[in-house]
């Protein structure tokens, strides 16, 4: 099984700061790399694919990098509403498996 | 607009069985493949199960095989999860999410709002 590390686990920051959270896969993964957020008891939602792609909806200070095995989002001025965990998830092969997680919290 | 509606999870004994049911709506349902995610408690998000249009393919993650059967019905735009032999370790939100693309490389852009799974004595 590929295993997903992200670091770090909690990032905290402020409104307006540039966040980078990382996500190393065991081996490599192409670019089949997605990033998910999730807020407290809610659905977790597609925010980039295929590592850079941004999902329709999801404002432009998103963004996502990365190949093979190191893979990296950054969200490049952060808002109220981005506090929240964020998780990566490889679907490069079966069993298709995620990242524990990075909680963005206010610092 | 894109709408998954879990039911069916409730408290359960060790040992026992539930049924899970997701409706689809919003998308022609039988032309995706769907699959299950779940999240312990205070826990991160784990894959289940994945099946393609026509039902033909099915992937588990090795804790559930032999134990859990994903299925669907394209006439009724269901996916189901039949979980037998439930455990302790079961207990999670229960997710369906549909993959973007019809293929297993493939990322889950619609999720539904989750049903909560208790196995619990």
């Known amino acids: 099984d590929i295993q997903m590390t992200q670091s770090p686990s909690t990032l905290s920051a402020s409104v307006g700061d540039r966040v980078t959270i990382t996500c190393r896969a065991s081996?490599?993964?192409?670019?089949?790399l997605a990033w998910y957020q999730q807020k407290p008891g809610k659905a977790p939602k597609l925010v980039i694919y295929?590592?850079?792609s941004l999902e329709s909806g999801v404002p432009s200070r998103f963004s996502g990098s990365g190949s093979g095995t190191e893979f990296t989002l950054t969200i490049s001025s952060l808002q109220p509403d981005d506090f929240a965990t964020y998780y990566c998830?490889?679907?490069?092969?079966?069993?298709?498996?995620f990242g524990q997680g990075t909680k963005v919290e206010v610092k | 607009e894109v709408q998954l509606v879990e039911s069916g999870g409730g408290l359960v004994q060790p040992g026992g069985s539930l049924r899970l049911s997701c409706a689809a709506s919003?998308?022609?349902?039988?032309?995706?493949?769907m699959t299950w995610v779940r999240q312990a408690p205070g826990k991160g998000l784990e894959w289940v199960a994945t099946?393609?249009?026509?039902?033909?393919?099915?992937r588990y993650v090795d804790s559930v095989k032999g134990r859990f059967t994903i299925s669907r019905d394209n006439a009724k735009k269901s996916l189901y999860l039949q979980m037998n032999s439930l455990r302790d370790d079961d207990t999670a939100v229960y997710y369906c999410?549909?993959?973007?693309?019809?293929?297993?490389?493939?990322?889950?852009?619609?999720w539904g709002q989750g049903t909560q799974v208790t196995v619990s004595s």
């Open positions: 081996q490599s993964i192409t670019n089949w």
């Open positions: 295929k590592a850079s």
């Open positions: 999410a549909r993959l973007r693309v019809p293929a297993t490389m493939s990322p889950f852009d619609y």
């Open positions: 998830q490889q679907y490069n092969s079966s069993p298709w498996t």
């Open positions: 099946i393609n249009q026509d039902g033909s393919e099915k």
């Open positions: 919003g998308f022609t349902f039988g032309r995706d493949y």
